[in-house]
């Protein structure tokens, strides 16, 4: 028995309209030549097929950018986060830091305190006279006196003769000539000379309490300025300084002043005498 077209078509399997969404994939991701004819054969709906070109570039071009503006800004946020752990390690090694030397600043207060007590009771004031601290050198002094200069010859056949340049031993004769005159204060090129001052030469130069000088050779002295005086123009010392200037061609020159300043001498501090029990 032939079965109808109607039964027929009841017995077919059923198949699923496509949704709206699966139909517009299948349109983009298609051959674009697919859609080119209509159901009738019809001409190519070119328009269409450029539009959807069109709108998978939109598509994809904003993929892009929204991928690549999300991985900027996760990437600022990381470094943001990471910068703000540095500041703040900074922050508290900073706060710790200002804490320790409020810390030092005190125990270095109370450290002086106790050196002021301690020194005050091992090492009691006396009382000393002008005099003997002048003597000492330990203040600052002014007063007349004379100044005596000595420089190096200044001839170009003996400039490189080292006995035409002024030496140590010319200064300590001078010094101590001066010392007994009279002189209660002397210094040289300004540094004032004291019970522990030496005068002497290391390494082609003359060392005046540790420290270098060097030609013109300015040695000042407080005291009677006639005794001074006599003491460089007359006696040995006179005769000493004319031979120099003979045969070595070292000048000298003497200045009486009404007023000359000297500072305090300058001492190293004693570190490994110890005070006597």
Known sequence: MKKTTRERRQHLPHQSSPSIEEGLLSRI?????????????????????????????????????????????????QQTSRVDAATEGLRKQLEERRKENILLADRNTKLNERIDKLSKREFPEVNVSPNTQIIAGVIPVEGPGVQIVLTDSTSSNRKENEESRVQDKDLQLLVNTLWAAGAEAISINGIRLGTRTAVRSAAGSILVNLKAVSSPYTVSAIGPRKELLNSISGGPMAAYLADLNSTYGIGSSTTILEEIKMPAVSFRPLESVDKKK
């Open 29 to 77: 991701f298609s051959d674009p030549y697919e859609h080119a004819y209509d159901s009738h054969g019809g001409a190519v709906n070119r328009r269409r097929t450029r539009l959807g070109s069109l709108a998978v570039l939109v598509a994809t071009c904003l993929l892009c950018t929204l991928s690549v503006w999300s991985a900027r800004t996760l990437n600022s946020t």
